[in-house]
C-alpha cells in the first residue's frame, strides 16, 4: 500500500514537493522501511524540524538505536516534540538510562519534557534521584498530577523502595485507575507489605474499580509473600470464576511460588503437572529452587 501510495504521488508530479517528501519520510519509517525512509530524506532540498523527527522515529521504530541518536545530535535547532521522541523512543526500546540522560539535559537546558516518560525510564532503573528531580520539575511547571503522572511516580517509588512516598503520592491523586491501583499493590507487596497490599485491593474492588490480569498477579504474589495459601487460591479461582480471566503463564507461576513458600512442595507438583497450558523453565525452576531451600533445612 505504500509503494502505491508513493507510485500515485510521483505520478502526479508532487514527489519533490517539500510537504509530501516528509511525509513519505513518515511513512515509510512506521513501515520500518529504512531504505527508502533514507533515500527520500537524502533527496528532499531542505529540512525542518519536523522531517528530521519523522526520520529520528523511523530509526527507533525499527530498533536502530544509535543512528537515531546520531540523527538528534546532527540537528541544528530541536523542539519539544523532538526531546519527547527521543525520550520515548529510548523507553520503547528498553534504554532507560538513555532516556534518564536525555531528561536530565533538558532539565539542565531549562526545558520542559515529557515529565511521564522520564519518571516511568527512573522507576525501570531504580534512578530515585533523577526521577525525583523530574517529580519535582513536574511541579515546578504547576503540572496536574492527573492518573498519568500520578501513576508513573507511584511506580517509580514503590520501584526505587519508598513504599511512604508512593502511598503519599497515590492519596494525593484525584483521580486513580485499575493501572494506579495496580502499581501501588504490586509496589507495596514486593517490598513485604503483604496485608497492607491486600487491603488496598479490597478497597480497589469496593470502590467499583474491576481488577485485570495484571492486577492478579500483583495480588497473589502478595499473598505468596504472606504466606497465606489458602486466600491465594480462592482468588485464583475468583479470577476466572468472578471476573471471566483466564489465568496466563504467570498467574500459575505465582500459584506455584505461594505453594512453594508455604512447603507444600508436593502440591507444588502436583499443580504444576495439571497446568492447562505447557509449564516454561522459571515454574519448574521455581518448584525445584523450594525444594533446594527445603532440603537445606533439614
Known amino acids: 500500500m505504500g509503494m502505491q501510495v508513493h507510485g500515485q504521488v510521483v505520478k502526479y508530479g508532487f514527489g519533490s514537493d517539500f510537504h509530501v517528501q516528509r511525509s513519505l519520510v513518515c511513512m515509510y519509517g512506521c513501515l520500518c522501511d529504512l531504505m527508502a525512509a533514507k533515500c527520500i530524506f537524502k533527496m528532499m532540498g531542505r529540512f525542518d524540524v519536523a522531517s528530521w523527527t519523522c526520520m529520528i522515529k523511523g530509526y527507533f521504530k525499527c530498533g536502530d538505536v544509535d543512528s537515531a541518536r546520531k540523527l538528534f545530535d546532527r540537528m541544528p535547532v530541536k523542539n519539544l516534540v523532538t526531546w519527547s521522541t527521543m525520550i520515548n523512543g529510548y523507553l520503547r526500546n528498553n534504554c532507560f538510562d538513555k532516556a534518564v540522560e536525555i531528561f536530565e539535559i533538558l532539565i539542565d537546558e531549562g526545558l520542559v519534557a515529557n515529565e511521564v516518560g522520564a519518571v516511568s525510564a527512573c522507576a525501570h532503573l531504580g534512578a530515585l534521584a533523577a526521577g525525583e528531580k523530574a517529580y519535582e520539575h513536574a511541579i515546578r511547571i ?109 498467574h500459575y507461576g505465582c500459584m506455584v511460588d505461594l505453594l512453594g513458600r508455604a512447603g507444600k512442595l508436593e502440591e507444588a507438583e502436583n499443580f504444576i503437572l495439571e497446568m492447562p497450558i505447557k509449564p516454561n523453565a522459571p515454574v519448574w525452576g521455581g518448584s525445584i529452587a523450594r525444594s533446594l531451600q527445603d532440603s537445606q533445612k533439614c
Open 142 to 250: 504547576n503540572l496536574d498530577l492527573n492518573v498519568i503522572l500520578g501513576t508513573a511516580i507511584v511506580d517509580m517509588y514503590a520501584r526505587c523502595g519508598n513504599v511512604e512516598k508512593a502511598v503519599r503520592v497515590f492519596e494525593e491523586m484525584k483521580e486513580k485507575d485499575v493501572i494506579s491501583w495496580t502499581s501501588l499493590i504490586s509496589g507495596v507487596a514486593m517490598h513485604g507489605y503483604a496485608e497492607e497490599a491486600l487491603e488496598y485491593f479490597y478497597v480497589m474492588v469496593k470502590n467499583g474499580i474491576v481488577p485485570r490480569d495484571i492486577t492478579f498477579t500483583a495480588v497473589l504474589k502478595a499473598y505468596s509473600h504472606g504466606g497465606l495459601v489458602e486466600k491465594g487460591q480462592e482468588i485464583f479461582e475468583s479470577m476466572k470464576r468472578d471476573y471471566r480471566l483466564e489465568p496466563r503463564l504467570e
